[in-house]
């Protein structure tokens, strides 16, 4: 059963840090080769915050979050990670973890529609 299931979100003052997690299946895990993380403000279009290709380890990140936001994975647990420093206000949303196969320009463009697979997501608020 393909399932993601994000954590970690809660409330945190202007320049605090938060780490979000996705747990996944072993099955989810080896059945694609790129994971991300997404974000949703009222009113706003989901917009891709960071990917990891599976098959070759790349990263890639929105300007937004560009060395503030870390991706990253457990293997072993079949996890997927976004420690979040140096949080602002504007980092207030919903954040969701997707999953896609394909190749490796896909998965960094990071546009919504190419990611089939969605958690519930976790929300996150960060206040001045």
């Known amino acids: 059963q393909v399932q993601l299931v994000e954590s970690g979100g809660g409330s945190v003052q202007a320049g605090g840090s938060l780490r979000l997690s996705c747990a996944t299946s072993e099955y989810t895990y080896s059945s694609f080769n790129c994971l991300a993380w997404f974000r949703q403000a009222p009113g706003k279009e989901r917009e891709g915050v960071a990917a990891m290709y599976i098959g070759d380890g790349t990263t890639s990140y929105a300007d937004s979050v560009k060395g503030r936001f870390t991706i990253s994975q457990d293997n072993a647990k079949n996890t997927l990670y976004l420690q979040m420093n140096k949080l602002k206000p504007e980092d207030t949303a919903m954040y969701y973890c997707?999953?896609?196969?394909?190749?490796?320009?896909?998965?960094?463009?990071?546009?919504?529609?190419?990611?089939?697979?969605w958690g519930q997501g976790t929300q996150v608020t960060v206040s001045t």
């Open positions: 997707a999953a896609r196969w394909g190749g490796n320009s896909l998965c960094h463009s990071r546009r919504t529609p190419s990611f089939s697979v």
